[in-house]
């Protein structure tokens, strides 16, 4: 008898909800030929799947509702309702600060199905961290929340076929990131960052780049200490140490206008902007925001909520899909990489 091959369960969130994050969601089951590799799962509310089906005029007649795991269904769009009121989805106000407990509540379920394995993998939609932030939600983003809840040291790394771009910050103020940086950080993020690249990438000797802080990465001194002081001890302990080729710290301007970034399988930069700034340049639409470090998996597109086009059926869901497929292949990385350590066991 043949067995046939489970698909992997690819949960959800709806994001917020008068963003972009639905839109493109649907656009992409549009494509009912994807659906034969992953079952979509979305914690949310069918009626909020209908009403944008309705005003985006998508052709999708495979939207059902669940109430367990066990009515889930391969080749259709599975709803659970996690909203128990009546949204009139139409008359809601951008600027209504209620609007952050429907993606708090869809990230809460969709995390916990998340921890307990009835989903394999979760792509979160974006949302807007100003009504994110409120009692009940004491994180600034996602990445902050599943760090909380699920096993593991987070590392927010941006992925493209071209580009890997992990940051040691994530969301900070830039007059705080020098004082945030500090060797034992530093090395921690490569830590994670190797290990990454390895499991969840496949990449047996990875080749990583480490940015500097300060314009032309402090010209020697002139410029700043924290190459001097912060960045170089780092790469040097893990070169000498751990023999890990990790190389730097190179000025940012230069390394990705001579794309030497290239040469490298990934980067580690010390700031927010001063990796996404270049990652959104070279990748924009494709590029996809993964939550290294984690025990499970977690993608999102690399955009925002988009409210100016929201509605208007422009939105672009090729990040959205790459999202998807991205988490689906890290899934299978991390499967195959178990499969080979547990044999390695056996081997005398």
Avoid at 65 to 81: L, M, R, S, T, Y
Avoid at 116 to 129: H, S
Avoid at 156 to 164: A, P, R
Avoid at 258 to 278: E, S, T, W
Wanted: net charge positive.
């Amino acid at each position: 008898m043949i067995c046939k091959k489970k698909k992997i369960r690819v949960g959800i969130t709806t994001g917020d909800i008068n963003g972009i994050g639905i839109e493109i969601f649907l656009k992409v089951c549009r494509k009912k030929r994807l659906l034969d590799f992953f079952t979509p799962i979305l914690f949310g509310s069918t009626k909020l799947c209908y009403y944008y089906k309705k005003i985006l005029n998508i052709e999708i007649n495979y939207i059902q509702e669940v109430k367990n795991f066990k009515e889930i269904i391969d080749h259709k769009i599975n709803v659970f309702n996690i909203w128990k009121e009546n949204i009139k989805f139409d008359s809601i106000n951008i600027n209504n600060p209620e609007l952050g407990k429907y993606p708090f509540l869809s990230l809460k379920n969709a995390a916990k199905s998340l921890k307990e394995g009835r989903i394999d993998v979760l792509v979160t939609a974006p949302v807007n961290k100003k009504y994110m932030n409120f009692k009940d939600f004491s994180f600034f983003g996602h990445t902050e929340y599943l760090q909380n809840i699920l096993d593991g040291d987070s590392l927010m790394i941006m992925i493209h076929d071209i580009l890997k771009v992990a940051l040691v910050t994530n969301h900070l103020p830039l007059k705080k990131v020098t004082y945030e940086l500090n060797i034992k950080k530093i090395i921690k993020s490569l830590k994670i960052l190797h290990k990454s690249l390895i499991i969840d990438f496949s990449i047996e000797r990875p080749k990583i780049a480490v940015l500097g802080c300060n314009p032309h990465s402090s010209d020697n001194g002139l410029i700043g200490d924290e190459e001097k002081v912060k960045i170089k001890p780092a790469i040097n302990y893990l070169f000498q140490k751990k023999g890990w080729l990790i190389f730097g710290p190179y000025s940012p301007d230069s390394f990705f206008g001579n794309q030497k970034y290239r040469d490298f399988d990934a980067v580690l930069a010390m700031y927010h902007d001063q990796g996404l700034i270049p990652f959104k340049t070279l990748t924009f639409n494709r590029g996809v925001n993964f939550t290294a470090g984690l025990s499970h998996i977690r993608t999102s597109p690399d955009h925002g909520v988009a409210y100016d086009i929201a509605k208007k059926g422009i939105a672009n869901e090729n990040s959205f899909e790459e999202a998807i497929f991205s988490a689906i292949k890290i899934f299978r990385n991390r499967k195959e990489n178990m499969k080979i350590n547990s044999s390695k066991k056996f081997i005398i």
